[in-house]
């Protein structure tokens, strides 16, 4: 049947090019996609709305099932975190000229180009870095792009990732760099990685996908180069007030996701990704997203803010380009920006101290309580594992009592959150649920 709206909808037209690309049917397209993330059935829908009222109420009954994580105490992070948001965030990515602009061309721009240039500029001094993207999609992509970055780089075709990664990031970064390069996990525990010439990067995670932070940096850095692979490594930027940048022990790369700096958890949503380099050129040269700097103008004396290197992108190669480029998360950029230049140097040291006090208090709390702490003479920032008797049981207790208690990992493991706007007294309350949830069920140590 032919759809009013859409063009080529029809049956004709839609075989006609399927033919022309040589393919059978439409779900061939997604055969690269996990099956398991694949419904096997119609998608539940209603039936077709008549009039835009009813749609309403139907949306807002979909929103009502959610639970904000303001309205209830939360320690759900994963990825996602419940960092406190400055009003002026919202206020600044909310104007006009930011907030609906798309590509930034001068005739439609008020600001935007710099207001990039400066989130840039503030990334670069906190990471150590030269180099730093407007952000991707997400860390998960920008952990990809990265990588595929370093197979450009050295000419090579496998990639070892030697920390903990949560399933999802995991999957994406497989999913980004099939077909051509190799994904290799280092074996848990092992004493030593299996790196050799063959690999074009060694991957670490710091803050790990349990919270734990790498202090092996400057000894897998010198590992990574002996073999002339390049050290990615993935952070979060809300951590580099009191941790040190990997820059400084020697990482080629620096990726990870911008959501901690500004950016409500939103449904899951508000991520954006960075990739930060020094400034080399072979290696800014595989960047495939826009760079934003200082360039002179038609005007002699004048300065403006723009693209740099715009050659090495696919809107200039279009399909010779290194790596697709789609739209950037531009928004959070600008977001991210307002965040650092608001806290400034002291506010990042003092946030970051805040977290790790945090951290280590709700670590210790829960093992009182009964719950037992994963790695718990390790450094952690912001999040932690325990083990419990049922995760499930343990989870479904704390909602009884309005408590989000954190990520399920596994049967038994629970992935527990902590940052700055957790109070002494959030964690307490925490603590206390768990050891009543675990006294009932018999399963305090």
Same mark, same amino acid.
């Given at each position: 049947?032919?759809?009013?709206?859409?063009?080529?909808?029809?049956?004709?037209?839609?075989?006609?090019?399927?033919? /022309?690309?040589? @393919?059978?049917?439409?779900?061939?397209?997604?055969?690269?996609?996990?099956?398991?993330?694949?419904?096997?059935?119609?998608?539940?829908?209603?039936?077709?709305?008549?009039?835009?009222?009813?749609?309403?109420? =139907?949306?807002?009954?979909?929103?009502?099932?959610?639970?904000?994580?303001?309205?209830?105490?939360?320690?759900?992070? =994963?990825? $996602?975190?419940?960092? =406190?948001?400055? @009003?002026? $965030?919202?206020?600044?990515? +909310?104007?006009? /000229?930011?907030?609906?602009?798309?590509?930034?061309?001068?005739?439609?721009?008020?600001? &935007?180009?710099?207001?990039?240039?400066?989130? %840039?500029?503030?990334? @670069?001094?906190?990471?150590?870095?030269?180099?730093?993207?407007?952000?991707?999609?997400?860390?998960?992509?920008?952990?990809?792009?990265?990588?595929?970055?370093?197979?450009?780089?050295?000419?090579?075709?496998? %990639?070892?990732?030697?920390?903990?990664?949560?399933?999802?990031?995991?999957?994406? *970064?497989?999913?980004?760099?099939?077909?051509? *390069?190799?994904?290799?996990?280092?074996?848990?525990?092992?004493?030593?990685?299996?790196?050799?010439?063959?690999?074009?990067?060694?991957?670490? /995670?710091?803050?790990?996908?349990?919270?734990?932070?790498?202090?092996? +940096?400057?000894?897998?850095?010198?590992?990574? =180069?002996?073999?002339?692979?390049?050290?990615? %490594?993935?952070?979060?930027? *809300?951590?580099? #007030?009191?941790?040190?940048?990997?820059?400084?022990?020697?990482?080629?790369?620096? $990726?990870?996701? !911008?959501?901690?700096?500004?950016?409500?958890?939103?449904?899951?949503?508000?991520?954006?990704?960075? !990739?930060?380099?020094?400034?080399?050129?072979?290696?800014?040269?595989?960047?495939?997203?826009?760079?934003?700097?200082?360039?002179?103008?038609?005007?002699?004396?004048?300065?403006?803010?723009?693209?740099?290197?715009?050659?090495?992108?696919?809107?200039?190669? &279009?399909?010779?380009?290194?790596?697709? %480029?789609?739209?950037?998360?531009?928004?959070?950029?600008?977001?991210?920006?307002?965040?650092?230049?608001?806290?400034?140097?002291?506010?990042? &040291?003092? !946030?970051?101290?805040?977290?790790?006090?945090?951290?280590?208090?709700?670590?210790?709390?829960?093992?009182?309580? #009964?719950?037992?702490?994963?790695?718990?003479?390790?450094?952690?920032?912001?999040?932690? @594992?325990?083990?419990?008797?049922?995760?499930?049981?343990?989870?479904?207790?704390?909602?009884? #009592?309005?408590?989000?208690?954190?990520?399920?990992?596994?049967?038994?493991?629970?992935?527990? $959150?902590?940052?700055?706007?957790?109070?002494?007294?959030?964690?307490?309350?925490?603590?206390?649920?768990?050891?009543?949830?675990?006294?009932?069920? +018999?399963?305090?140590?």
């Amino acid at each position: 049947m032919t759809h009013p709206y859409i063009p080529n909808a029809g049956p004709d037209a839609r075989a006609a090019m399927l033919a /022309e690309i040589g @393919a059978s049917s439409v779900a061939e397209f997604y055969a690269d996609i996990p099956a398991d993330l694949r419904p096997a059935r119609p998608l539940d829908l209603p039936a077709p709305f008549t009039d835009e009222q009813g749609l309403v109420r =139907h949306l807002r009954g979909l929103l009502a099932r959610n639970t904000d994580t303001t309205e209830a105490l939360s320690f759900l992070g =994963h990825g $996602c975190y419940p960092h =406190h948001v400055p @009003a002026v $965030c919202d206020e600044v990515n +909310g104007r006009g /000229e930011f907030l609906t602009a798309y590509a930034g061309e001068p005739y439609e721009d008020h600001g &935007r180009f710099q207001a990039l240039f400066e989130y %840039v500029s503030m990334m @670069a001094e906190l990471l150590e870095m030269d180099v730093v993207n407007v952000p991707t999609y997400d860390g998960f992509q920008a952990a990809g792009t990265a990588l595929r970055m370093a197979a450009r780089r050295t000419g090579r075709s496998r %990639v070892l990732l030697g920390s903990a990664i949560a399933a999802d990031k995991l999957s994406k *970064i497989r999913d980004y760099l099939t077909p051509d *390069i190799e994904v290799v996990l280092a074996p848990a525990g092992a004493p030593e990685l299996p790196l050799d010439d063959t690999f074009a990067a060694l991957y670490l /995670e710091t803050p790990d996908v349990h919270g734990v932070i790498e202090t092996r +940096g400057r000894e897998l850095a010198d590992l990574a =180069h002996g073999v002339g692979a390049l050290l990615v %490594v993935s952070t979060d930027p *809300i951590s580099l #007030g009191v941790l040190a940048p990997p820059a400084s022990y020697g990482a080629d790369l620096v $990726c990870g996701d !911008i959501q901690s700096l500004g950016m409500h958890q939103q449904y899951g949503g508000g991520q954006a990704g960075f !990739i930060a380099s020094h400034d080399d050129e072979r290696l800014v040269a595989e960047f495939p997203s826009r760079l934003f700097g200082i360039a002179p103008t038609a005007v002699a004396g004048e300065y403006g803010f723009g693209d740099v290197f715009y050659d090495r992108t696919s809107f200039a190669l &279009r399909e010779e380009g290194k790596e697709w %480029v789609g739209t950037a998360a531009a928004l959070w950029g600008i977001t991210a920006g307002v965040y650092l230049a608001l806290m400034g140097p002291q506010g990042m &040291r003092e !946030i970051g101290e805040t977290i790790l006090a945090r951290t280590r208090y709700a670590m210790r709390a829960l093992a009182s309580a #009964g719950a037992l702490v994963r790695e718990q003479d390790a450094l952690h920032f912001r999040e932690f @594992a325990v083990e419990v008797p049922d995760a499930d049981a343990l989870l479904a207790a704390l909602r009884t #009592g309005n408590i989000f208690g954190g990520v399920r990992l596994g049967p038994r493991v629970v992935l527990v $959150c902590v940052t700055e706007r957790h109070s002494i007294a959030d964690i307490d309350t925490l603590a206390a649920a768990v050891k009543d949830a675990l006294s009932a069920t +018999g399963g305090t140590k």
